[in-house]
């Protein structure tokens, strides 16, 4: 819950008026700041001793530096708001590539346009168009079927460039149906299926400000007055002859390597690209960090899933609390030995010291990969207990 709260409000009131001082994010004294800031609601959010580096907490709790969160908010802010451009890391953000959205309030309201859909199955009359969007592999393609009384008659494909999201494809796979429309001269009643409800839906607003979305409706309106069209819905995967066949054709289509269509890059996929560069940086730093090193053997990999682990556990990954060496390192004991004459560390409690045996005989992993230790849950509720037995036997200090 605490990571919710820090996501949706603190975080951004940590980052109020970036767009102010965004250019100074290079700056080391800038860099110490964010994180420093970051600490405390880190401690609150793991549970984790408050000696415990930042590093250690942003891995096991998360959440992305904030200096690197500063970077995304300023990057987006410069390619979507000012329209300039932007780099991260490797990347670099050309604000003209973006799809823009347009202000429909230029436009008289008697100029603005909305196209209904029905939600009606096919029943084999006059001509069917198909059409679908699909993505394997990061590969995406569009394809549009036609079929004169039931009979397949013709079949178009796209090939889309690997940035394109499927909203992208299924608008794409909207705009082969009325090029087919204004050049056919044999017929002159079509029915337009499609199993996207969010295109159909932003087809059907008058406030929809996508540039895409605009040009559709744009070429909608120039379809001749002596054709009949009508746009319905269909639920995908569920049998309908026509869809599952565009769908086959649109993937199909994802295995061609040249690209057919290159269409501006949306906000989602600019954020997507900006998120993935931003990870990859916060791995080099990880890798690169001299603090938190019992951590990184337990978790060498970052990633901005929600990780809930309890005190126990966190106190395990960070081996900061109630050990014996962590007492002696700090100055805090002079007492470091188990009776059992070994060095009172995670390790130990884990691997060695008969007072755990019981649960760490049944602990499964490997052991030469650390890491595995976390993927099997019975795992965790045996740390659990071998760490509350640690905080028995280690008196307070």
Partial sequence: MFKRIYIGAIEPYMLYGHGAWGNRLHLKTVDR???????RPLIKMTRAFRTTPTDALQVIAGILLLTL?????????????????????????????????????????ADWIWIPFLVEGP?????????????????????????????????????LEDTATVFQAETKGKKMPLDYINETKLWHKFHVFSDSKSVLQ????????????????????????????????????VGVTGNESADCYAKFETNKDEVDFKCPKSKATIIRVIRNEL?????????????????????????LKVKSFSLEITQFLTAHRRFPAYFYRFNLSRE??????????VEHFIKECHYTRDNRLKLSYDVHNPPSILTNKNNLIHIQKIIQIVNSLVPQT
């Fill in 336 to 345: 470091y030995s188990c009776s059992c004459c070994s060095f009172r560390s």
């Fill in 279 to 303: 990870v990859s940086l916060w791995q080099n730093h990880w890798d690169r960090s001299g603090n938190g090193k019992h951590t990184y053997k337990y978790i060498p990999n970052v990633g």
């Fill in 202 to 237: 932003s087809l059907a607003s008058s406030k929809n400000t996508r540039q895409s979305i605009l040009e559709l409706k744009e070429l909608y309106g120039v379809v001749p007055r002596d054709k009949w069209v009508k746009r319905h819905w269909v639920e995908a995967h």
């Fill in 33 to 39: 700041i964010l994180n420093g800031i970051q600490r």
């Fill in 123 to 159: 029943v084999g009359e006059d001509i069917q168009i198909y059409i679908n969007g699909s993505r394997i592999d990061n590969k995406i393609g569009s394809a549009m079927v036609v079929y004169c009384h039931g009979t397949e008659i013709l079949h178009q494909t796209c090939r």
């Fill in 69 to 109: 969160k500063a970077v995304e908010v300023y990057s987006k802010f410069l390619v979507l708001t000012v329209k300039v451009n932007a780099t991260v890391g490797k990347q670099e953000l050309l604000w003209n590539e973006v799809e823009m959205k347009e202000d429909i309030y230029i436009r008289h309201y």
